[in-house]
Every structure is written in structure tokens, then in C-alpha cells.
């Protein structure tokens, strides 16, 4: 398994299709609806597996010492197998040398768990999704060494 940024077009076609598969086709939202205002200026992570993606995720920075995580992805099959955790600690560790002090997230209800095993706490409840999917806003200071 490789851990890397997108680089070369079809890495970010093969990002965004992923994306889009996992969180927003089952919901039947348009291609397009998996992307943001802060692409162009977030830390995107993907991780390949012979030659294919099998996960995904993007982070940014909503002042000078909070990052947001986002679009945490794994491919169907391979969840529940670590690789949203290493993704996870590769986005943590680039925000955090980069300046976070606190970092953020809208977390799935689904996904709240996977968040709270790596130190995030729920702050309050978030927004509704496409009318059906609950959110928590989920928050975790870094301590530095
Ligand atoms: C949420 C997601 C990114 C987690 O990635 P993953 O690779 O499946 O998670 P990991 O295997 O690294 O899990 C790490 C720990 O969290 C737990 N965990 C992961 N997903 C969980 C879930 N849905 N419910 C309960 N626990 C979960 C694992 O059991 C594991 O615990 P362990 O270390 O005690 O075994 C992935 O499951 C996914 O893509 N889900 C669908 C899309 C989604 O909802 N994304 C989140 C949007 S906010």
C-alpha cells in the first residue's frame, strides 16, 4: 500500500471518483457535489492498493491554528481494516506541523465512532444531510511534545 498526495490528473479523477462513490451516489447527488470551495488550497491524501485507490482524505485550515478534516473515505471492502486510521495520522501530523492547534469535523453519525477511538469529542450535533444523514461536529486539541 502506498500513501501519497494526488499528483497527476487521472490520481485526482481517481480521488474524486472515490468520493463521490462512497459519499454522495448512494444519495443520488451529482458529480460535482463531492468537491468544495477549499479544494485548492487543502492537503489531500489517498492511498493506493494495486495501482487502485482505496481511501481518501482532505483537510484545510479555517484560521491559522484550526484545521477541518473532510471527506474521510475507504473503500467498501477495505473499511475496518486501518486504512482510514493511517490517512487519518498522515493528515494529523501535516496540519499539526503546519500549525494546528485544534482540528475540526462535521463527522457522520456512522463514522462518530471511528473519530472518537482517535481522541475526537463530539461538541454538538451538526446538520442533516441530503435530509437523512445526522451529523456531529467533533473537535481535538493537539498536544505538542
Ligand atoms: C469512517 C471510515 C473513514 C473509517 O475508516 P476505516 O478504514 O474503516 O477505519 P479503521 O479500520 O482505521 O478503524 C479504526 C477503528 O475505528 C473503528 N471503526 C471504524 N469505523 C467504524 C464504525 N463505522 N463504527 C464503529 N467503529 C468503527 C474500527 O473498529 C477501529 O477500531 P479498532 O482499532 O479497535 O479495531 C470508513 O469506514 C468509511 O469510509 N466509511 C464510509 C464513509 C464515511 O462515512 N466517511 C466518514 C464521513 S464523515
Keep these: 500500500m502506498i500513501i501519497k498526495e494526488p499528483n497527476t490528473k487521472v490520481e485526482f479523477e481517481q480521488y474524486y471518483d472515490l468520493r463521490w462513490r462512497i459519499l454522495r451516489q448512494p444519495w443520488n447527488q451529482p458529480h460535482g457535489s463531492e468537491k468544495d470551495e477549499k479544494e485548492n488550497e487543502s492537503i489531500h491524501i489517498m492511498m493506493i492498493h494495486n495501482d487502485s485507490i482505496i481511501g481518501c482524505g482532505q483537510g484545510h485550515f479555517n484560521s491559522p491554528t484550526e484545521a477541518q478534516i473532510r471527506y474521510m473515505v475507504v473503500e467498501e471492502g477495505f473499511q475496518g481494516k486501518g486504512v482510514g ?61
Excluded at 107 to 136: P, S
Design 85 to 145: 486510521t493511517k490517512i487519518l495520522n498522515v493528515l494529523e501530523r501535516r496540519l499539526t506541523k503546519n500549525g494546528a492547534k485544534t482540528i475540526i469535523l462535521n463527522a457522520r453519525e456512522n463514522a462518530v465512532k471511528f473519530y472518537q477511538k482517535h481522541n475526537y469529542k463530539i461538541i454538538e450535533k451538526g446538520n442533516i444531510l441530503f435530509d437523512v444523514i445526522e451529523h456531529f461536529k467533533m473537535r481535538k486539541k493537539i498536544c505538542r511534545k
